[in-house]
């Protein structure tokens, strides 16, 4: 019992999750979390991931334990660095911040420092993100919808999925700057294949 208080303790900051490395930090040791998984108290939903037992699965469930399992030692709560904590970007970004018709896989995240993972399906890059850049989505920071829409034209998704992902962030309010926005999406537009003379901006922000 004394165990399954720690742990919510610390999963009431995570949506009901926690690390194996947050647990130990506290005392629960690893044999004791393999008893509390197998009497139900908790249930593993990545390596090195927990969800305790009464929480709900929740949609965003498989990016947080990404997220918590590259910096697994983290202090539940603490302010976050954006300079040091993982970031979701691209796709990931856009699904979790529900914005246009993209899935959040492959699981996308970016670092300052370089980070390497083994598991599949996760991609990290080293890439250091402005602080304007960054806003939290379910908890996970991720980058701007801004941003994200330039991330997504830069690394070739399909135009049309960039494109919706456009409309429901100018649809929301959800970008400071529409003009600086415009700009840079132009910037894109001869890579992107769009004749001289014309707007990829406008083509996207307009459904043409």
């Given at each position: 019992?004394?165990?399954?208080?720690?742990?919510?303790?610390?999963?009431?900051?995570?949506?009901?999750?926690?690390?194996?490395?947050?647990?130990?930090?506290?005392?629960?040791?690893?044999?004791?979390?393999?008893?509390?998984?197998?009497?139900?108290?908790?249930?593993?939903?990545?390596?090195?991931?927990?969800?305790?037992?009464?929480?709900?699965?929740?949609?965003?469930?498989?990016?947080?334990?990404?997220?918590?399992?590259?910096?697994?030692?983290?202090?539940?709560?603490?302010?976050?660095?954006?300079?040091?904590?993982?970031?979701?970007?691209?796709?990931?970004?856009?699904?979790?911040?529900?914005?246009?018709?993209?899935?959040?896989?492959?699981?996308?995240?970016?670092?300052?420092?370089?980070?390497?993972?083994?598991?599949?399906?996760?991609?990290?890059?080293?890439?250091?993100?402005?602080?304007?850049?960054?806003?939290?989505?379910?908890?996970?920071?991720?980058?701007?919808?801004?941003?994200t829409v330039l991330d997504l034209i830069d690394c070739g998704e399909?135009?049309?999925?960039v494109a919706s992902v456009l409309r429901d962030a100018l649809g929301?309010?959800?970008?400071?700057?529409?003009?600086?926005?415009?700009?840079?999406?132009?910037?894109?537009?001869?890579?992107?294949?769009?004749?001289?003379?014309?707007?990829?901006?406008?083509?996207?922000?307009?459904?043409?």
């Amino acid at each position: 019992m004394e165990a399954i208080k720690k742990l919510n303790g610390i999963s009431a900051y995570q949506k009901g999750l926690f690390t194996s490395r947050q647990a130990e930090r506290l005392g629960v040791e690893r044999y004791v979390l393999s008893r509390l998984e197998k009497g139900g108290s908790v249930e593993r939903v990545a390596r090195g991931v927990y969800r305790m037992g009464g929480a709900p699965s929740l949609r965003e469930e498989e990016v947080l334990a990404a997220w918590l399992s590259l910096d697994p030692g983290r202090e539940p709560g603490a302010p976050t660095d954006s300079a040091r904590v993982p970031i979701a970007m691209g796709a990931t970004a856009a699904w979790l911040q529900q914005l246009g018709e993209v899935g959040p896989e492959p699981l996308e995240f970016c670092t300052a420092e370089r980070k390497q993972t083994q598991r599949d399906g996760l991609t990290v890059r080293k890439r250091a993100i402005d602080d304007e850049d960054v806003v939290y989505a379910s908890g996970v920071p991720a980058t701007s919808p801004a941003r994200t829409v330039l991330d997504l034209i830069d690394c070739g998704e399909d135009l049309s999925l960039v494109a919706s992902v456009l409309r429901d962030a100018l649809g929301k309010g959800l970008v400071a700057d529409v003009r600086r926005l415009a700009d840079e999406v132009d910037l894109r537009g001869k890579k992107a294949g769009i004749p001289k003379g014309e707007s990829l901006y406008k083509l996207m922000a307009e459904g043409g």
